[in-house]
């Protein structure tokens, strides 16, 4: 059996081309540009990646951006007084600010202070709790990048057994509640396994549909998997490569080539599950800016 090869590449172009028609849409209709301010703290080199990455594909729909660039040394106040000016700049209908901070920033206290209905990234406790709670929320790119990845290939998880490996904010927790809900493109029986969890392989060869998200390359072998399944791989590692010209190769955390042969679709890494973070993130800064409208006296 040789696994269809679910290409994100495709679909996030898709996801990009929808979200440029109703960019255009609402500057037609209410004069209104989406707009997405990025936060990035420090220098890392992967960071500045994802954060350039971002801002462009804002300006390849239609969307306005700005990158807030602040040094590593930057104190816990002085990142918290920037998240507050955004809050109040009308320009902005999003707001995300690249983790991982330097280490003398909580993270969560400034994950609190960005306002939940600029909080594109999903991470607010409250919009978290509203997407436990089956209500309108702003859903993380990753998560909702994976349901539409199986969405759009008619892997539909509906009836389906899910099972999840990983239990992080970003994705696993967020992934599980949103797929486990009575709604479209969700309805799953959903486990989720971590580093607690007995006999892994004797559950995910329980899977219909199989997400890897645990930043352990080639975790996943051919013989956890069952045949015909369906794998989303959502891990993305630096491993040392000295045969690419950048001295590194991207991983997955599945092995790929025998897991690609026994399965019914597998994403593969890269150009599988990454391409469609970015599309989700334009999506969620378009809902933003739509609710604002939406919000805005008449």
């Known amino acids: 059996m040789a696994a269809t090869i679910i290409d994100g590449k495709q679909i996030a172009a898709e996801v990009r081309a929808d979200v440029a028609r109703d960019v255009a849409a609402l500057k037609a209709s209410h004069r209104v540009t989406p707009g997405l301010a990025a936060v990035l703290v420090?220098?890392?080199?992967?960071?500045?990646?994802y954060v350039?990455?971002?801002?462009?594909?804002?300006?390849?729909?239609?969307?306005?951006?700005?990158?807030?660039?602040?040094?590593?040394?930057?104190?816990?106040?002085?990142?918290?007084?920037?998240?507050?000016?955004?809050?109040?700049?009308?320009r902005f209908h999003g707001i995300l600010?690249?983790?991982?901070?330097?280490?003398?920033?909580?993270?969560?206290?400034?994950?609190?202070?960005?306002?939940p209905d600029k909080d594109v990234d999903g991470l607010?406790?409250?919009?978290?709790?509203?997407?436990?709670?089956?209500?309108?929320?702003?859903?993380?790119?990753?998560?909702?990048?994976?349901?539409?990845?199986?969405?759009?290939?008619n892997n539909d998880p509906s009836g389906k057994h899910v099972v999840i490996l990983g239990r992080s904010n970003l994705v696993g927790k967020p992934l599980a509640a949103l797929l486990v809900q009575k709604a479209p493109g969700a309805n799953a029986t959903v486990t989720v396994c971590h580093t607690g969890t007995r006999d892994v392989a004797a559950i995910t060869r329980q899977a219909d549909i199989l997400v890897a998200a645990m930043g352990?390359?080639?975790?996943?072998?051919?013989?956890?998997?069952?045949?015909?399944?369906?794998?989303?791989?959502?891990?993305?590692?630096?491993?040392?490569?000295?045969?690419?010209?950048?001295?590194y190769r991207i991983a997955g955390d599945v092995d790929f080539?025998?897991?690609?042969?026994?399965?019914?679709?597998?994403?593969?890494v890269p150009g599988g599950v990454g391409p469609m973070t970015i599309a989700m993130l334009l999506t969620n800064t378009l809902?933003?800016?739509?609710r604002a409208v939406e919000a805005a006296p008449r």
């Open 216 to 247: 352990v390359p080639g975790y996943v072998k051919a013989d956890m998997v069952r045949p015909g399944a369906v794998v989303i791989d959502v891990g993305t590692t630096r491993v040392d490569d000295p045969a690419k010209k950048s001295g």
């Open 124 to 153: 607010h406790p409250v919009n978290a709790g509203r997407l436990l709670g089956g209500l309108r929320t702003f859903v993380p790119a990753t998560p909702l990048g994976v349901q539409t990845l199986l969405v759009r290939t």
């Open 287 to 290: 809902l933003a800016a739509k």
């Open 97 to 115: 600010v690249q983790l991982p901070l330097p280490r003398q920033i909580d993270e969560r206290a400034i994950i609190l202070t960005i306002d």
């Open 52 to 90: 350039r990455n971002k801002a462009k594909a804002c300006e390849e729909v239609g969307m306005f951006s700005e990158v807030i660039t602040l040094p590593a040394t930057t104190p816990q106040a002085k990142l918290a007084a920037v998240v507050r000016r955004l809050n109040a700049d009308p």
């Open 42 to 49: 420090g220098d890392d080199p992967a960071s500045a990646v």
């Open 257 to 268: 080539e025998p897991v690609a042969a026994k399965a019914g679709a597998i994403s593969p």
